[in-house]
């Protein structure tokens, strides 16, 4: 790579995480793997507040400084503030990366509903989904529809845990992938609209265009358990309460590789879609590294990376030309959604402010009834 003579004359990378989750896969896996490939270039590793970290940035271009990072896998939340703060480098990541030339584009130019076009880089996917366990529901039988969920329910009162929205981020997202299905296109063009102030939001959320959904979750209430969060939905499903639930797929992926829950769930998505989102990766304008920074970005989106990344973390490739179910392990793959039924039926998600107002609604319309 003709990177190489000036990523070695960097000779570092300075990179910042906002996750904590992910340190043990940074530190232990993806860095040594580095640079055994790069022995010439050393990784200096700051966990931080992925909000704080881009004032910080912020500042440093006010004050006509270096950025003090390389490299910032940084919260989708954030992209358009940084952006738009002129603190991302304008590099096209999206089509210069050797190593992902196969990057799924609408992952890899927008960033919840702002089209940034490519300088910030997915790296992490996560997705809401519905897992359930083959020893009580095969996969034949698991409900693939909200009627579907709704029969199933009927039948089998108290056996589909469904996590609050207002409790957990597969709640939440359960609730937006309902408001997908449910609201009439206009409402649903209206909830994707990440211009939406809160108060244009809160008028949405109080609106026509949330009544099926509150109606449906009215009837659903009685015959399902809500949980307060993602964990006592997976904890429920463990312990043979619940046969049926809503989760993340990569902490229920998590949870099954520690032994939590047990190797017999399975993860799918509904037919009308389910909401997904993640978070990428980002060179700073000012980075005094910019050689090595691209060099280790690359890395991170290559096979060997990505496939290490799925396979500690459950963390979905955007990579679509990336085999994940010939490049894990079988009991691995079998913990994922299906690649097939993912690239049909996984949907970003609509408007924060949008989903928050609709929660609260959730809790006053269908939790304190």
């Known amino acids: 790579m003709t990177l190489l003579p000036a990523a070695l004359e960097d000779g570092n990378v300075v990179f910042y995480d906002f996750t904590e989750s992910f340190t043990p896969l940074f530190a232990e896996n993806l860095f040594p793997a580095f640079q055994a490939k790069y022995p ?3 990784i200096e590793y700051f966990s ?10 912020m500042a440093a271009k006010d004050a006509a400084s270096p950025s003090p990072v390389d490299v910032f896998f940084m919260p989708n939340g954030q992209v358009r503030v940084a952006n738009e703060a002129e603190i991302i480098a304008n590099l096209p990541l999206n089509t210069m990366l050797p190593a992902a030339p196969d990057l799924d584009q609408m992952a890899a130019t927008v960033s919840r509903g702002y089209t940034h076009g490519g300088v910030v880089v997915p790296f992490h996917r996560n997705q809401t989904a519905i897992g359930y366990d083959t020893r009580t529901v095969s996969a034949d039988q698991v409900p693939e529809t909200f009627e579907e969920i709704m029969a199933f329910a009927t039948a089998n009162p108290g056996t589909f845990a469904m996590t609050s929205p207002a409790g957990g981020g597969s ?3 359960f609730l937006e992938s309902a408001i997908l299905a449910m609201a009439t296109p206009e409402c649903v063009e209206q909830a994707q609209d990440f211009s ?3 108060e244009q939001a809160v008028a949405w959320a109080a609106g026509d265009c949330l009544d099926p959904v509150m109606a449906y979750f009215t009837a659903l209430k009685p015959l399902v358990e809500i949980t307060k969060g993602n964990t006592d939905t997976l904890t429920l499903i463990a312990n043979g309460v619940a046969t049926v639930g809503t989760v993340w797929e ?3 992926f998590d949870f099954v590789g520690r032994g939590l829950l047990p190797p017999s769930k399975r993860v799918t998505l509904l037919e009308t879609g389910q909401v997904g989102d993640g978070d990428g990766i980002m060179i700073p304008d000012g980075s005094e ?3 090595a920074a691209l060099l280790f970005v690359n890395f991170l989106l290559s096979d060997e990376a990505q496939v290490m990344k799925v396979s500690l973390n459950g963390s979905r490739t955007a990579r679509t030309g990336l085999d994940l179910a010939g490049a894990l392990e079988a009991d691995m793959a079998n913990r994922l959604v299906p690649t097939a039924i993912h690239a049909e039926r996984a949907r970003p998600r609509i408007a924060g402010v949008v989903s928050s107002a609709a929660t609260d609604r959730f809790v006053v319309d269908v939790l304190q009834q």
């Open 196 to 198: 939406l102030t809160q």
């Open 48 to 57: 931080v507040d992925g909000e704080q970290s881009v004032q910080q940035l």
């Open 171 to 173: 709640g939440g997202g």
């Open 289 to 291: 590294n910019v050689a």
């Open 40 to 42: 010439g270039i050393t």
């Open 250 to 252: 990569d902490q229920a």
